[in-house]
């Protein structure tokens, strides 16, 4: 079974808003990525937040670490038509299988002008 | 772009045909990495490397092998395809654990 699960797996908001999107994972972790994807291409890096930290920040994007809850959030502030894509969080697991980069099955996120 | 290059990018074939994916890098990246793509399910790990002639098993390895005889070449085999090898194929290459990942463009597969 995988390792990230995003929720929700759809959201869908109006431009200016914020978009909150939230990933839970199983095991151990050395750090959690997200990334995103326009239809029909290759997935981005966005941002990569290690586990002992709690809090980053990247231009408009929030990400949250709770380590205790296995979970973390994106936020994405003032939203744009352009954030229209999916959204996926990825693991690096701590021991067995460290080298394994294992993605969730993402949050389908519409922006509406 | 990273210098990632996925070929095909497109391919359809038949039932029990062998099939192979290449994926290419110009980065000299240590890690490189197979998934595909389905509705509901995101990306699933298929094979991953970690140097040449080093490669493991992911999560959905049943049905291709893969090979690294140079840094730069992963290829991805469908021995005999099936119908629900039918996905989109994206790799992805990393020069260290805990780094982010650069993904190619995706090929996508129709076995019928």
């Known amino acids: 079974s995988q390792q990230g699960e995003e929720d929700p797996q759809a959201l869908s908001i109006q431009e200016g808003e914020n978009a909150t999107m939230n990933c839970s994972y199983k095991?151990?972790?050395?750090?959690l990525q997200w990334y995103r994807q326009n239809s029909g291409r290759g997935l981005v890096h966005l941002i990569l937040?290690?586990?002992?930290?709690r809090e980053k920040h990247s231009g408009r994007l929030r990400v949250t670490l709770d380590t205790s809850k296995k979970s973390s959030s994106l936020l994405i502030t003032a939203s744009r038509a352009a954030d229209t894509a999916s959204y996926f969080c990825?693991?690096?697991?701590?021991?067995?299988?460290?080298?394994?980069?294992?993605f969730g099955q993402g949050t389908r996120l519409t922006i509406n002008p | 772009d990273a210098g990632i290059t996925q070929s095909p990018r497109h391919k359809v074939t038949e039932t029990g045909t062998p099939v192979t994916l290449r994926c290419h890098q110009t980065?000299?990246?240590?890690?490189m990495y197979w998934y595909r793509q389905d509705p509901g399910h995101g990306l699933r790990l298929i094979h991953y490397?970690?140097?040449?002639?080093?490669?493991d098993k992911g999560e959905v390895s049943d049905g291709y092998s893969v090979s690294r005889s140079k840094t730069e070449d992963f290829l991805l085999t469908l021995e005999s395809a099936t119908s629900s090898q039918t996905s989109v194929y994206f790799c992805?290459?990393?020069?260290?654990?805990?780094?982010?990942?650069?993904f190619g463009q995706g090929t996508r597969l129709t076995v019928v």
């Open positions: 937040i290690r586990s002992n930290e």
């Open positions: 990825a693991t690096d697991a701590r021991g067995q299988g460290a080298q394994k980069l294992v």
């Open positions: 980065e000299n990246h240590r890690y």
């Open positions: 992805a290459i990393r020069t260290g654990l805990n780094t982010e990942a650069f």
């Open positions: 490397s970690y140097g040449v002639k080093d490669t």
């Open positions: 095991t151990s972790i050395n750090n």
